[in-house]
C-alpha cells in the first residue's frame, strides 16, 4: 500500500485540517445553491453563486496540488521515483481539463 | 421583485428537479472528498476525485446556463429588457474566468 | 446566407477593429513565443509567458461573445428565432469546456 | 544565467521542434481569425474556431508543462533545489487561473 507523505509531520496535519475545512464550505455553498432552487431564486442569481463555488473548489484543487508536489512528489523525485513526474502531469492534466 | 421565469411550465419543474440532483450528487462526492483526507488516502487519488467534482460542477454551471438563457433570457429580450443581454454577460465572465 | 449582424453600425466597425487589434497583439506574442524556444529560454519563463498569451486568447473570446450576444443574438430572438439560444449554448459550451 | 535542461538531448530537441510547429498552427489559425473578421464571417463561425484556437494553445500548454516537470524540475528537484516545487505552483497557478 502507497504510504501517504501527506500526512508525516505537524504541519501537514494542519494543512489537512485547512483542506478538510474548504471543503466543509463548498459543502454548504452546495447545500445553499439547493436551496436556492428549491425556494425559485432568479437564475442568474443562482448562476452568479454557482460561479463562487466552481471558484472556490479551484482553490481547493490548487492547494491540493501544491501540498501534493512539496510532499510527495519531491519525495518521489528524490527516491529516484521516475513515475512521480508522469501521474503528476496526468493530474494536472485534468484539472487543466 | 423579480418572478422566476424558470418554473413557470411542467417542463421546467423536471428541469429544476434534475438539477438539484446534480447538486446532491455533488454534495455527496464532496464527502467523500472529505473522507479520503480524513482517512489519509494518497493525494494524487484524491486530485483525480477532485478533477471529477469540478467537472461534475461545470456541467451543472452549464445546464443551469442553458435553462436560464432558454427561458429568461429570452423572454427579456422579447419583452424589450436590453438589461438581459449585459446581465448574461456578467454570469457568462464569472464562469470563464 | 447569414448576413452578419456585427457590423451594421460605426460603433460595431469600431468593436471590430478593436478584436483585430487583439488578435494582432496575441500573434505577436505566440511569434514572441517561438522566439523563446528557438532562443532556448528557460521552459518556465516560456510557460509564464504562454499563460498570459491563453488569458489574452480569452478575453478576446468574452468581448467576442459580449459583440455577439448583444447584436446577432438580440436580434435573431427579437425577430423570433428561437435557434439562437441553441446556438449561443453551442458556442458557450465549447469556451466553458 | 540558468541553463535550460530542456534542450540537452536528441530526445529534447525533438520536442522542442515540435513546440515550436504547434505555435506555428497556432500563429496560422490567429491569422485565419483575423481574415475572418476582415470578411466580415458570422460570429457564431468566429466563436467556434477561436474555441479551437484556445483549446490548441492549452494542448501546447500542457506539452510544454509536461515537457518542463520531466525535465527541469525533476533534475532541479534531484539536485536538492526545493524552490522548483515553488516554481512549478506558481506557472500552475498562472494556467488554473
Known sequence: MEEN?????SR????RRRLINRLSRIE???RGLKG??????????ILNQSAAVSAAL???NRELL???????VVRDIRSGD???ADELMVVIGKLLK
Open 28 to 30: 454548504g455553498q452546495i
Open 58 to 60: 479551484n482553490a481547493f
Open 5 to 9: 507523505c501527506c500526512r508525516t509531520t
Open 66 to 72: 501544491s501540498s501534493h508536489i512539496h510532499s510527495c
Open 82 to 84: 521516475d513515475s512521480a
Open 36 to 45: 436556492m432552487l428549491e425556494k425559485d431564486v432568479y437564475c442568474a442569481d
Open 12 to 15: 501537514d496535519e494542519a494543512e
